[in-house]
């Protein structure tokens, strides 16, 4: 009969072909710390996403505040106040903050010559005033120094 390479760890009387308890032990451990990182990461990237989905919701409510309020010179104001909220919900929300807000100057930079006839010096003028804002908000800084003077307190 043909010995294994673990015949000499085996006791006797059991079974020749099975591994040793100590080649088992180590695969489940493997196996446990595995899923363990994959759990851990599952569970962040959901959080992640969480973050990110309530940050766009306090984006938009900015912007349905912004369009709301129809106060002259608050843009800046509701720029940061929807940065400044989103990025306290953490890294997700700071994400979906940054995302939103650039994608929405990328897209004024084509529509705003089209529908509101600004030339292309102002809209790049009042773009960069806007990411200021947006950054200003999104790094955590008091969205209130923006605030125009008679904005209703309920903004």
């Known amino acids: 009969m043909a010995q294994n390479k673990y015949s000499h760890l085996s006791a006797a ?25 994959v759990l851990g990461v599952h569970s962040q990237w959901m959080s992640f996403l969480g973050e990110a989905y309530e940050g766009a919701k306090d984006m938009w409510r900015a912007y349905k505040d912004m369009k709301d309020a129809n106060y002259k ?16 919900r953490g890294p997700g929300g700071a994400w979906a903050a940054k995302v ?6 990328n897209i004024q930079r084509f529509t705003d010559p089209l ?13 960069r005033a806007d990411q200021a804002a947006n950054e200003w908000g999104r790094s955590g800084k008091d ?6 003077a008679g904005l209703p307190d309920k903004y």
């Open 143 to 148: 969205p209130n120094h923006f605030r125009p």
């Open 73 to 88: 010179g608050a843009d800046k104001y509701f720029h940061a106040r929807g940065n400044y909220d989103a990025a306290q």
């Open 100 to 105: 939103i807000s650039d994608a929405r100057e």
């Open 13 to 37: 009387g059991t079974d020749q072909c099975s591994p040793p308890l100590g080649i088992s032990t180590m695969k489940l451990f493997t196996g446990l710390i595995l899923c363990s990182l």
């Open 115 to 127: 529908f509101k006839g600004t030339t292309s010096g102002q809209g790049q003028e009042d773009s």
